[in-house]
């Protein structure tokens, strides 16, 4: 299910949220997951991470559209 929507570029994205972290680190990363209707999949790192996993996804929630946009956008891009 998604956590929300995102209109970019007359495509409109399915967006869901995570927290990952890699082994061996103390620290939870924010990452997001950008599905278009045509099933394309983009998952990106957002600039965020705390030893503590509710913390990550309190960040999330307190993202803005222009955040979620900006870095689709730069994913896309580059």
Known sequence: ????TLALDNREWS?????ERSPGSEQWRLVAAF???DTRRVWVPLPFTS???AAVYARADALSHD?????L?????G
Do not use: E, F, G, I
Not at 67 to 71: F, G, P
């Open 15 to 19: 967006v869901s949220v995570a927290a």
């Open 73 to 77: 956008r730069q994913r896309l891009t």
């Open 35 to 37: 599905r278009s209707p």
């Open 51 to 53: 030893p503590s996993k």
């Open 1 to 4: 299910m998604a956590w929300r």
């Open 67 to 71: 955040d979620l946009a900006t870095a």
